[in-house]
């Protein structure tokens, strides 16, 4: 017994200590942001021609915002005859006809912009650019998902870095057009301008490789191809053709006081198969692309930074069972003092949890003026972090084991307000078994917190409670937004609804 209470603990610290080392390179990060951050990045010069750009525009059963994103895209500030658009849509529902007729609408009112359909989704979203990149006209080519908005300034607030001729690719900073919709979006917003703000300028800043985010950037088209093209061997072809590229010796640029608004996805299932696939699609990044990096001539810091940037998401599996050893662990060390728990388990909060919080609040500060609300948000960004460990745990064991897996897109339903309702519009994402694993955590943990107030264990509880809540929040959740709810929430509207989204864009 004793020789299992000591393996239960070895484990459980071992776990937390790996943990601990991602959490101070959250720290490292902060102090490369900072250190940084106010160095000013300016354009070599400015075209005295403007060139031509092609704008590509991939899509998959998007009835919701093609319309908007095409518009958007059509109201750039840049002369006409230089803008070159491929509309490139694999849909297979009414988006077809959606897009196909604003296409027309455009090109009647003389834009140069074209609409591409394939039979097949052979390489999804990298298939799609590939294939368009093909009949590209442009010499740079912008990239912008369905859900973006792009505002009319991007081309010309962009475009001038490309007069230096070793510069590959520009990325703007990420918007969200409705943050404050739930506590779904606005935890999302915070994670995601986390990674916007702090890694990509510690990154970009100090001379680190960092990534095109597939979407509000745009690319020199000869840097592509020098790189190899779009990759269909991962899902995550932006990631991966970002350090192909940077290993060739190009330049990328970062400007995050540009930001394009975005939707975030508003249904939970939407946002766990988001975040399955950018986690699958990094560590299969990973595996493909690390060996290369270690064998190449780029400096030690950047092959480190490239190190805890794309394995990353390996801490969801630990993640998995350091929920399950909490428990036993609790139970073991139900005697220890308050001065054994300071000395042992505060430097690994600090490293582990404490760089977390800090990390998403410096993020806030910089981008906004009433940034102290994040504070009463920090539970939920750590509980929800939690929450995520099943889902992207499993993401990362098929990318281990090579399971190859469709792109399955995010769905987005043209929400911009609190005022707007996305339960009764189709595309829900599907709820799978993880979602019945997050369930029976959360179960676990209900009684873990239990037991710790009958064992009077308190300073575990707030700690235990996250867990508890994040497991809880995202099973509730993700088994009640699917197809049944919006058969229960129609009623006898249902044939109307289904008649109306068949009308959906027409007009």
């Keep these: 017994m004793v020789e299992i209470k000591t393996l239960v603990l070895i484990l459980y610290f071992s776990i937390l200590a790996i943990l601990s080392v991602y959490g101070f390179h959250r720290y490292f990060l902060l102090y490369l942001f900072l250190k940084n951050k106010n160095k000013d990045i300016k354009p070599k010069s400015y075209f005295k021609k403007l060139p031509t750009v092609t704008i590509q525009l991939p899509i998959y059963n998007e009835m919701y915002v093609v319309r908007r994103l095409v518009d958007a895209v059509c109201r750039l500030d840049y002369p006409k005859e230089l803008i ?46 590939e294939e368009g990149l093909k009949e590209s006209e442009g010499e740079f080519v912008a990239i912008f998902d369905a859900d973006f908005i792009p505002t009319p300034d991007f081309l010309k607030s962009t475009i001038h870095y490309f007069t230096d001729d ?5 990325q703007a900073r990420w918007g969200h057009i409705n943050r404050d919709y739930s506590l779904l979006t606005k935890v999302q917003s915070i994670f995601l301008d986390g990674h916007f703000m702090i890694e990509h300028i510690a990154r970009n800043r100090s001379g680190r490789f960092f990534n ?48 394009v608004p975005a939707e975030l996805p508003v249904d939970m299932n939407g946002f ?104 009463k948000y920090l539970p939920f960004l ?16 098929e990318a281990l084991m090579d399971k190859k897996s469709e792109f399955v897109r995010t769905p987005k339903y043209g929400i911009e307000s609190q005022k707007e309702n996305w339960l009764m519009k189709k595309y829900r994402a599907k709820k799978n078994f993880i979602s019945y694993i997050e369930l029976l955590m959360g179960i676990y943990f209900t009684f873990t917190v239990i037991l710790a107030f009958k064992e009077g264990i308190y300073m575990t509880i707030p700690f235990l409670l996250l ?17 049944k709810i919006s058969e229960f929430f129609l009623g006898d509207r249902k044939e109307e609804y289904v008649k109306s989204s068949k009308n959906f864009g027409k007009k």
């Design 212 to 259: 095109f985010n597939g979407t509000a950037g745009i690319w020199r088209k000869v840097a592509i191809y020098q790189a190899g093209g779009w990759g269909v061997d991962t899902l995550a072809e932006d990631l991966d053709l970002s350090y192909r590229t940077q290993l060739l010796g190009w330049k990328f640029i970062y400007l995050p006081e540009f930001s």
């Design 382 to 397: 750590m509980s929800l972090g939690i929450g995520l460990a099943i889902n992207n745990a499993w993401a990362v064991l």
């Design 272 to 375: 766990k198969s988001q975040q399955f696939r950018w986690a699958k699609g990094s560590i299969q990044t990973a595996k493909k692309i690390l060996p290369v990096i270690l064998k190449s001539r780029i400096s030690f810091w950047q092959k480190l930074e490239a190190f805890f940037h794309l394995t990353g998401n390996l801490t969801f599996l630990l993640m998995a069972p350091l929920s399950l050893l909490v428990m036993p662990t609790v139970i073991i060390r139900k005697g220890l003092g308050w001065s054994d728990m300071i000395a042992i388990d505060f430097p690994l909060f600090m490293f582990a949890t404490a760089s977390f919080s800090l990390f998403y609040l410096v993020s806030q500060k910089e981008i906004y003026t009433d940034w102290e609300d994040t504070f």
């Design 84 to 129: 070159d658009i491929q509309v490139l849509d694999d849909s297979i529902d009414e988006s077809q006809e959606i897009a196909k007729n604003r296409v027309e609408f455009y090109r009647e009112k003389g834009f140069n912009i074209k609409y591409f359909h394939r039979e097949n989704r052979r390489g999804f979203k990298a298939g799609a650019l």
């Design 467 to 483: 867990f508890q809540s994040g497991y809880l929040y995202m099973a509730f959740y993700s088994l009640i937004q699917n197809e």
């Design 166 to 170: 070793l510069v590959a690719m520009v």
